[in-house]
């Protein structure tokens, strides 16, 4: 019974991962923000990196001044 649960959870997973990475493709990332993330997904490792506001996606990786003046906020 749970592992029928499990692989329903799973494939509901993958649909949404699927329609995340739809929208993000068509993102034009216009506005942007360096953000304190997630490394990934199952991990508790913080990174900073420029996030696009609207949709989400890591879109480049901040240089050293850019990670001192968001650590100063």
Same mark, same amino acid.
């Given at each position: 019974?749970?592992?029928?649960?499990?692989?329903?959870?799973?494939?509901? $997973?993958?649909?949404? /991962?699927?329609?995340?990475?739809? !929208?993000?493709?068509? *993102?034009?990332?216009?506005?942007?923000? @360096?953000?304190?993330? $997630?490394?990934?997904? /199952?991990?508790?490792?913080?990174? !900073?990196?420029?996030? *696009?506001?609207?949709?989400?996606?890591? @879109?480049?990786?901040?240089?050293?001044?850019?990670?001192?003046?968001?650590?100063?906020?």
């Amino acid at each position: 019974m749970k592992a029928n649960k499990v692989a329903d959870l799973i494939n509901k $997973r993958q649909k949404i /991962d699927k329609k995340i990475e739809d !929208i993000q493709k068509e *993102c034009p990332h216009f506005s942007r923000s @360096v953000k304190s993330i $997630r490394e990934r997904l /199952d991990s508790t490792t913080m990174v !900073i990196r420029w996030v *696009c506001d609207s949709c989400c996606k890591i @879109v480049g990786y901040p240089s050293n001044k850019e990670i001192n003046k968001f650590m100063k906020k």
